[in-house]
């Protein structure tokens, strides 16, 4: 088959006379109870696959389609006959970046990601355009080479190396999208745990854990642990308490110097005393001596 189109061909696919995309000519196989004897080993890779011609002239000339996407055109040719029945130009200023046949709820599309940020979809076989929207200009080269499309009108690419976007471009994926969205975890509340009194645990059967500070310590009398701590925080903030603690070492230092000035005048009163108690002394003497 000889297909000529404008720029390198993106995708290929095959569809049977009703429309339908083709499946694979092969299915993997392998035999999920073959053990390590050498024997059933070597008769497993004795086994080849048996092909099945058709059996009538009818199977020979039954009609399918391919389906041929380039760069700039999309082709859809008839087997076995190979010619051309839909021809369509996809784009002419820019050129495909991805071009992927999925399945759809309601058939099969051709869905296209161009390099100007456009996204197209095509029917098939008709080619007729269904969408064209313009989504996300090429920034990244991520993005051309990680954007595919998947099947029931979704798409998904990485936006960076850890990230993974993913877009619809189906009116039924948009109408569930709050069902589909998923969750990391479910948020569910702790329950409490059952309390149970001593004696239970004790002649109850089974292993129990106790605790000494529950049963000798301060809990059990009522009383807050001492372990359990709460900041009541002041007026101020720190501020206040840097202020307040600046105005007591303040009214310290004041103390302090009144207790020195005391002590000084004590001392000055003292000797005065002394000198008062030597001049007395020396008058009664003298008065005696007269």
């Not at 095959?14 to 035999?31: I, R, V």
């Not at 999920?32 to 058709?54: F, H, I, L, Q, Y």
């Amino acid at each position: 088959m000889l297909v000529r189109l404008k720029g390198s061909i993106m995708r290929m696919a095959f569809l049977d006379s009703t429309g339908s995309l083709q499946p694979p000519a092969y299915e993997p196989w392998y035999e999920p109870n073959v053990t390590a004897d050498g024997e059933e080993k070597e008769k497993v890779r004795k086994r080849r696959p048996v092909s099945v011609s058709p059996s009538t002239s009818q199977d020979l000339n039954e009609s399918q389609y391919a389906v041929v996407c380039s760069e700039k055109q999309a082709k859809v040719m008839s087997l076995p006959s190979q010619t051309c029945i839909y021809k369509h130009s996809i784009t002419e200023t820019s050129f495909i970046l991805r071009a992927d046949v999925v399945q759809m709820s309601q058939g099969v599309c051709v869905a296209c990601f161009c390099a100007n940020g456009h996204i197209m979809t095509l029917s098939v076989p008709g080619l007729r355009p269904l969408m064209d929207v313009n989504y996300l200009p090429l920034t990244d080269m991520r993005i051309a080479r990680t954007f595919c499309f998947t099947n029931l009108g979704q798409a998904m690419y990485l936006c960076s190396p850890t990230e993974i976007q993913r877009l619809t471009y189906s009116q039924d994926i948009c109408e569930n999208l709050q069902e589909m969205l998923g969750e990391l975890f479910t948020p569910v509340e702790t329950p409490e745990a059952p309390n149970r009194g001593f004696f239970k645990g004790l002649f109850g059967g089974g292993a129990q854990s106790l605790d000494r500070e529950e049963l000798f310590g301060e809990i059990a009398a009522g009383k807050a642990s001492r372990s359990l701590a709460q900041h009541i925080p002041g007026p101020g903030g720190i501020e206040g308490m840097k202020g307040a603690a600046s105005g007591v070492v303040g009214d310290l230092a004041r103390a302090r110097i009144a207790l020195d000035e005391r002590g000084q005048k004590l001392g000055e009163l003292d000797e005065r005393t002394a000198a008062m108690m030597s001049s007395a002394d020396f008058f009664s003497k003298h008065a005696h001596e007269v």
